[in-house]
């Protein structure tokens, strides 16, 4: 028996994203996408057996609790996030996922 097996950690985490992107963006292929994937981890984890309806059910509370807890606290962290997600009219506009940039002359002097 798996000692962590309440909560489900995957639903949890699966619950957390669609909530938060459900919150942030205006999208509805995004919001959507986000939770037909939670909703086949929820499945998911119940059909391999390794979790009890109660266990998926309790994750995707405290999940749900967590994305509207960060979803409120991205006010405060904003500034920090701009250049990961930047906003056009208080929802994420794009998320610039490959874009990265790596000043290679402070890395190679």
């Known amino acids: 028996d798996d000692e962590f097996s309440f909560?489900?950690?995957?639903?949890?985490?699966?619950?957390?994203?669609?909530t938060y992107l459900s919150l942030r963006?205006?999208?509805p292929y995004l919001i959507s996408a986000s939770?037909?994937?939670?909703a086949c981890t929820w499945y998911a984890r119940m059909n391999l057996g390794v979790?009890?309806?109660?266990?998926?059910i309790a994750g995707a509370v405290i999940g749900s609790a967590v994305g509207y807890a960060a979803f409120k606290v991205t006010p405060?962290?904003?500034?920090?996030l701009d250049p990961l997600l930047?906003?056009?009219n208080g929802r994420?506009?794009?998320?610039?996922?490959?874009?990265v940039r790596v000043p290679l002359h402070q890395l190679f002097p």
């Open 7 to 18: 909560p489900s950690g995957h639903s949890s985490s699966a619950a957390t994203l669609a």
């Open 25 to 27: 963006s205006s999208n």
């Open 35 to 38: 939770w037909l994937y939670a």
């Open 51 to 56: 979790h009890y309806p109660s266990d998926v």
């Open 76 to 80: 405060q962290v904003q500034p920090t």
């Open 86 to 88: 930047p906003l056009h």
């Open 92 to 99: 994420v506009s794009a998320i610039p996922l490959l874009d």
